[in-house]
Structures are given as structure tokens and as C-alpha cells.
């Protein structure tokens, strides 16, 4: 780690994330020393932002910065575990004392609202890039695999669907302007990571993922790493009302395969089902059941006619796209 | 973590390394769930190397997959932790798999020699830059750390320092042809992180940090961070004939500003400096003393000729460069 370079960052940190006791060394050193709990196994995910491709040259650097943690943390989430720590490696053009501090400003609100504390990272120069990486608990009897998924199996997703990539058309057409637009854009800049619904379902869910890639494509994910296939309720899916309004035109590219929405996708036990609804309902976090897993392979997708299709929208891949 | 694009390093680096039984669950779902030993303390570090920056564009693939981890090794090396875990986020402009497989070659044959494995990362399209983060682990009350230096501590260094900084010298001046050349190269392609070092100086040395900005920059951390100063006596450095004719010149630049090296640099209390020198010697791993730590602020660098001076070459530092 590179230390006078990363004090820049430091600096504007420190006043925002409290102190873990599980950090013996923070930044500064070659190293930080952590103190991972007794009986818990570490959780870790790491992700890169690039300019141009996962936002825009001209995105509120303080929504960059939440955004940059919250899709890491949503790996977190997708898993049962509790975050801890944090580390962040950043590539700038120049240094912007300005647009740097809104940046770390956003990402140390959300780190302080999870109880995370930075506690390493890297500035280098260069095209605007981030990395983080996130590191939590969970125990890992209880921790949500993508391979959990029975035949059988009911099927929820959280919050809604294809907000996030409406918000990025709508940009792109410039056509992003009054407060149903702002609604959309807030669920691309700032998405929420859904840690809390991730530790309710830890031990409950047989299967999870978050919905970084696209409703269809993480399903695609869990079918393939449990050996299943699922069919969907197209008319159960949980949208807004301007990707309803999408959706109704036939379009339900946003629903399907809009990535970015941070969700959780995840499979139950059919005799988990009303356990885990009624701990979701306690928690204040919505749930809808879309569908079920099952023994027959692919994606049945059951339209609102009753029409069913295999076909699917493909998903965001960097390399595919 | 992305899945299906980072299939494709995944896919290339599965059959250089092994599997640790400390690694619950790997590569390929929301986060890796990994499982640290009782008693000790994970160590972790994070870099980024960004075209241009760090290395050049004709760089060797294969070199750059090893510097890549060898950087982070080396931090790892500086506080006296033993290598466990690495994730690895890398940026292309274009999937070329000639290159992607022999980066991945790079950097795995130096994984296994440290008994490391990948457990996680991420591949996103962009200007060509690689973040590496490392896991270790270590006794908290051994740790090397950069704030435990003492006056009166004896200061010693591993290797030879210098070679990298001359060998890029001589990169961009299109000097490099000689056997001499390919040994200095070899020193800025492939550094040796000196991981068996810093477990060797773990609980033995009082402070610890690698070379990476230039003996003279990292000394001052010590210093800064320890509360003392220095003195060095520049006729005791270690350094490589063609490095030692740059100083017979009268330019030190390379030798005290050079970074690159990733060499220790270490303070012993006097009453250990037997005890290290001869696990030093029981370990293979060669260390010169080159001076002490100080009450008196500042770093004094002694010149062959008696000259005494504070006056000390910058190191690198991408934001002040």
C-alpha cells in the first residue's frame, strides 16, 4: 500500500467511519492488521468500476462513491454476511480535491451506516478506475451459495426489477427529466445493497444471488450452479410503474435483463416459505415470489397470455456485449 | 463478483495452483468464503498497476502477472506474514488470450511457489490496469510494523538496491542490451518479494517496510512513523556493480531514490542484531547493515568521502511527480 498518496484519501475519511475494534492496524502501514471473529468464516468480493463502462464521465462523484461500495456490499448481502471491513484502490486523471471528497463522502456514508471500516487502499494515476473489495462474517453453515437451489424450490426476488437500466436509456436518450426519473436515476446512482434481507435469509434460502447482471441471467447462475431450471411468472415480477408501463408495450428487456438493480434473487424450501416471509415482513424488507425451480433444464418464462418461452434476454457481459 | 467473464481466468489459472484447505469456497459465486487460523491475524494489502504508470505497453505478459502479485507479496513480506489468499481485478482493452495466458502464467507460477491461491476477482473492459490484493496471515505480537523503530536500532537492508530504477533508466534511454541489462531488467520485471525474510525478522526486527518508493522515501516512513531519524552510511549500501559505477559517478539517484526494489529495509535492536544476522544467514537470505536509527529528526546520508548531508533524492510518488 502506498502511504502518502493513499493519506489524501485518509484524510477526508477519518471523520466520517468510527474505529472497529477488530482492526489492530488501519491504514498506513505495509499492511492492516484485522481480526477476523471466532466461529465465523471471512466472506470477501472484490469489483472494479471503469469509466465509460459501469458509469458516465459525468456522474455526482458522491453517488460514485455509494456505488462503488454498495455493489460490493450487495455481494455481501447475496451471501448472509455481516460487513466489516473495506479496502479501496482508485485511479485518477488528477487530483480534484473537490469531486475527490464528494467521492469519498458518499462512499464513507454508506460505510458507516454498515459498520465498515476502511482499512487499506492504493491511489495511482491514470483513467478514472475502482476497485474495492469488502470483507464480512458469516457463518458458514448458514451462508447463501448460488448452489443451494432444490427442484421444488419457491422463487422471490427483492425490491423491483429493471429500474436501473430504464434510468440508463432514459439517460441516454435524454430523456431523463421529472420525478418518476428521478426515482429511476436514484436506484442507478445509489443503489441499495440488501444486507439486512441477506442476514434474515442466512440459514432460511436454500439458493441467492444479488441482480447485478440481470434478473434472467443471475437465475441463469443459480440454475446452473444447482443442477436446475426454473420457470418464471412474468406477471408476478415486482416492477415500477415505468418499467410496468415497459413491460406492458412488450418490452421486458429492462425487467429481464436489466443489470445494476442490486437485488436479491434467492430460492426457499416450500416448507421454509412462510418462515422466511414472515421474518422478511419483520424486518421491513418486501419480498414477491416470481416463480419456482424445477427439475426440467433452461428458463420457462410464462407471459402474462400464458405463453411460455425459453428465450431469454441476454444479460450484461462486459466481454459478450 | 462477475462470474462468466472471469471464467476465462479462472480457466487458465485452475491448473497452475493447488487448493488450500483453508478455502471454503472459491471462485464463483457472490463472494469467496475463506476460513483464517485461530491465534493469528490476517494481514492484507492492496495495488494497482496502470499501464504507463507502472510499466510500460511491450511489457512481457508473463513478467507482469508475477510483479503484479510480487508487489503485494512483498507488502506481506514487510510485516512478517505468511502468503494465504489473492484477488485479482483486471481492466482490458481487448480480451487477447496469447497475452491473458501468459499474465495468468506469470502470476500463478508465483502463486504456487508461495502456496497461494486465487480466490476471487474481476474482469472488466478498459484501459489496461491490474489491482492485487494479498492475505496473510501473522501473530499480531510478531508483526513487523513500521512504527516500532527505536534509536540506538541498527538499520539493515535485504538484496541490493537501485537495479530496477537503473534498469528503466537505461529502458528509456534504449541502453539496454548487455547480460548486465538482462540482470537488471530481471530486477524490474520480476522482483523477489522477500516473503521468507520477513518471517525470519517477525518478532526478531523492531520496524519493517519494503522498498518500493526508494530507500531513502520508505526510511523516512520508518522514521515518520517511529518517532526517530537516521543515519546512513552511503559506502555500506548495497548495490550492483553497475549500480555502484552510477555512484561512483556521484549519482545516487538509483541507489536512494529507486523504487521498485521491494527489497526489506529493517531496524534490529542492538541486542538482536546476532540473533537476526544468523537466521538471516540459516535462511539463505542476505541483509547488509547500512547505518542506525537516531534520536536527532531527519535522515543524514554519509557520504564515502566524510561528507555528511540531509539533503535526500525524492522518491516516487505518483500524485507529487
Known amino acids: 500500500m502506498s502511504f502518502s498518496e493513499f493519506d489524501l484519501i485518509r484524510t477526508y475519511f477519518s471523520h466520517a467511519t468510527g474505529n472497529r475494534g477488530d482492526v489492530l492496524l488501519g491504514i498506513g502501514d505495509d499492511c492492516a492488521l484485522l481480526n477476523p471473529p471466532a466461529g465465523r468464516c471471512l466472506a470477501i468480493s472484490i469489483d472494479t468500476l471503469v469509466e465509460g463502462r459501469h458509469f458516465l464521465p459525468e456522474v455526482d462523484p458522491a453517488a460514485l462513491g455509494h456505488k462503488a461500495l454498495a455493489v460490493n456490499l450487495s455481494d455481501l448481502a447475496a451471501m448472509g454476511a455481516e460487513p466489516a471491513w473495506v479496502t479501496l484502490a482508485i485511479t485518477l486523471p488528477t487530483v480534484d480535491e473537490v469531486w475527490l471528497r464528494a467521492f469519498v463522502d458518499g462512499f464513507a456514508q454508506l460505510a458507516a451506516a454498515h459498520d465498515v471500516q476502511l482499512v487499506g ?79 434474515v435469509l442466512a440459514g432460511r434460502a436454500n439458493a441467492a444471488i444479488d441482480v447485478s447482471d440481470g434478473l434472467a441471467a443471475d437465475l441463469r447462475h443459480i440454475c446452473e450452479a444447482s443442477g436446475v431450471g426454473a420457470r418464471v411468472d412474468l406477471s408476478r415480477l415486482p416492477v415500477s410503474p415505468a418499467v410496468a408501463a415497459a413491460c406492458d408495450r412488450g418490452d421486458w428487456h429492462f425487467a429481464l435483463a436489466g443489470g445494476d438493480d442490486y437485488e436479491l434473487l434467492f430460492s426457499v424450501g416450500a416448507d421454509q416459505v412462510d418462515a422466511v416471509l414472515a421474518a422478511c415482513g419483520a424486518a421491513g424488507e418486501p419480498v414477491q415470489e416470481i416463480g419456482s425451480l424445477v427439475d426440467e433444464e433452461g428458463i420457462a418464462l410464462v407471459y402474462p397470455d400464458g405463453r411460455v418461452s425459453k428465450e431469454i434476454p441476454d444479460g450484461f457481459d462486459h466481454f459478450r456485449t
Open 121 to 199: 487502499g492504493d491511489t495511482t494515476r491514470g483513467p478514472l478506475s475502482i476497485t474495492v473489495q469488502v470483507h464480512g462474517f458469516v457463518d458458514p453453515a448458514l451462508a447463501l451459495r448460488r448452489s443451494g437451489g432444490r427442484a421444488g424450490d419457491r422463487l422471490f426476488v427483492s425490491g423491483t426489477v429493471g429500474d436501473a437500466a430504464l434510468a440508463l436509456q432514459r439517460l441516454r436518450d435524454n430523456a431523463a427529466h421529472g420525478t418518476e426519473d428521478a426515482c429511476l436515476l436514484a436506484r442507478l446512482d445509489r443503489p441499495t445493497p440488501r444486507v439486512a434481507l441477506g442476514r
